[in-house]
């Protein structure tokens, strides 16, 4: 991704599957470019992540993956936020409390 991209959020909609975010990635370089982030509807139920965070979780994804990608290797236009992810995630912000 060239640092003059810009990662702007949509929105998201209700699936069976989950709630999918979408988002459009807008740099010089390239045509305008829409992905889409899934989180799956287990995920809020069980809590691995709230749904104000959601967002911003897919977010951070996607800027990762788009500082990996290269003209051999350019991304997929869907993924799905992984269960390694949602762990990695609580982990950064809501860590185990220590007892005494």
């Known amino acids: 991704m060239s640092r003059s991209a810009i990662i702007q959020y949509i929105g998201f909609q209700l699936k069976p599957r989950g709630r999918d975010y979408s988002y459009r990635v807008v740099d010089m370089t390239n045509e305008p470019?829409?992905?889409?982030?899934?989180?799956?509807?287990?995920?809020?139920?069980?809590?691995?992540?709230?749904?104000q965070d959601a967002?911003?979780?897919?977010?951070?994804?996607?800027?990762?993956?788009?500082?990996?990608?290269?003209?051999?290797?350019?991304?997929?236009?869907?993924?799905?936020?992984?269960?390694?992810?949602?762990?990695?995630?609580?982990a950064r912000t809501r860590p185990e409390k220590r007892r005494r």
């Open 55 to 90: 967002a911003g979780l897919c977010y951070q994804k996607l800027q990762r993956e788009l500082s990996a990608e290269t003209a051999e290797h350019p991304l997929q236009r869907h993924f799905t936020i992984s269960d390694q992810e949602l762990d990695e995630y609580r």
């Open 33 to 51: 470019r829409e992905f889409i982030l899934t989180i799956s509807n287990q995920a809020f139920v069980e809590r691995h992540v709230p749904y």
